[in-house]
């Protein structure tokens, strides 16, 4: 309540006097991308290799193949640049 009146009557005075905004710096080391990284490659370049095998037609390799044949497509798409 006080801070409305305050914030109506006399914002210049809030303004000064209010205390200053802090900045939380946010760590996101929830994945381990120089360990993931080995992984995903393991299992793309098996997937690469086993359709390079095939015979017949040509198969096109591309994000969303690998990904849904690895069964990492979000991981692929969203994250690659990490890769």
Not at 22 to 33: A, D, G, H, L, S
């Amino acid at each position: 309540m006080v801070y409305a009146f305050l914030f109506k009557n006399d914002r210049n005075w809030l303004n000064v006097n209010s205390p200053k905004r802090q900045k939380v710096e946010t760590i996101n080391n929830r994945v381990n991308w120089l360990k993931r990284d080995p992984e995903v490659l393991k299992k793309v370049h098996e997937v690469v290799v086993g359709v390079n095998n095939i015979s017949g037609k040509p198969i096109r390799i591309t994000v969303k193949s690998l990904g849904d044949r690895i069964e990492e497509r979000a991981l692929l798409e969203n994250h690659l640049d990490k890769l």
